[in-house]
């Protein structure tokens, strides 16, 4: 006579998982083997970058950076004359070339001549992939000033005239992502791994001193800085990542 399976036995029976085909393993594993470590670190760096930015602009929100921005604004700046940053006349006036390098009127002359230059090399696709990603950089940099609204720093004098607000910092955003962009562009066609190191090298520097230009000439808080870092390199890596999707497809030079 036959036994009838205990309940027990029929809910194992029903929540049994299903085996997946040998076939769709392989190509996992395969796929993986191709693509995953690139992607996975790239896509890390990405919600690593976000995460951050989100950290630091609570932080900002909550006044629990004002310390910290206010010492170091005031560490540059001669003690007995919060107006004179520290250093030379002519190390101030360096500064203020080098926080030109991040200007909308710099950066826009260097997009156009770059995608110009892909043009005239019949790469349209890659021209149409650099205008997107730096206009959608200036996009999401004036929507998260409008969104945060902070007041610039009226602890000492400005030593440039300012038209925004201050959360995050355009300069040090919009530096990002065209630098990095541009020089992940230039790195693509070479083989040799110590010139794409450097290229990226440069584009960091660059973007690294028009940050640092804008805290020495009063103009943003150091918090706006690192701020913007951050966010434009999240979305510098994120474009590359759309691109590298998108040249494997055949959709982009």
């Known amino acids: 006579m036959n036994e009838r399976p205990t309940p027990e ?7 049994a998982p299903r085996p997946v085909p040998p076939g769709r393993i392989r190509r996992l594993l395969t796929w993986i083997g191709a693509h995953e470590p690139q992607t996975l670190a790239v896509l890390i760096l990405i919600a690593g970058g976000v995460w951050l930015f989100a950290e630091l602009a609570d932080e900002v929100l909550e006044g629990e950076t004002a310390h910290f921005d206010e010492r170091v604004l005031l560490s540059l700046r001669a003690t007995d004359d919060p107006s004179d940053p520290i250093g030379p006349g002519w190390f101030e006036e360096m500064a203020r070339d080098i926080t030109g ?3 909308f009127g710099v950066l826009f002359l260097l997009t156009l001549a770059a995608t110009g230059y892909l043009l005239l090399l019949r790469k349209g696709h890659t021209a149409l992939y650099l205008v997107l990603a730096v206009g959608g950089g200036i996009g999401v940099s004036t929507l998260l000033k409008n969104l945060f609204d902070r007041p610039r720093p009226d602890l000492v004098p400005h030593a440039q005239v300012v038209y925004t607000s201050s959360f995050p910092s355009g300069h040090s955003m919009m530096s990002a992502v ?5 020089a992940a562009l230039l790195a693509g066609v070479q083989t040799n791994l110590r010139l794409r190191a450097y290229l990226l090298c440069v584009a960091a520097l660059l973007a690294l001193l028009v940050g640092a230009s804008r805290v020495y000439l009063g103009v943003h808080w150091p918090t706006d800085v690192l701020a913007g870092w951050t966010a434009g390199a999240a979305w510098a890596l994120l474009c590359w990542a759309v691109a590298e999707h998108l040249r494997r497809r055949g959709k982009v030079e």
């Open 9 to 15: 036995a029929q809910s194992r029976s029903v929540a």
């Open 101 to 103: 390098l991040g200007g």
């Open 178 to 182: 065209v630098f990095f962009t541009l």
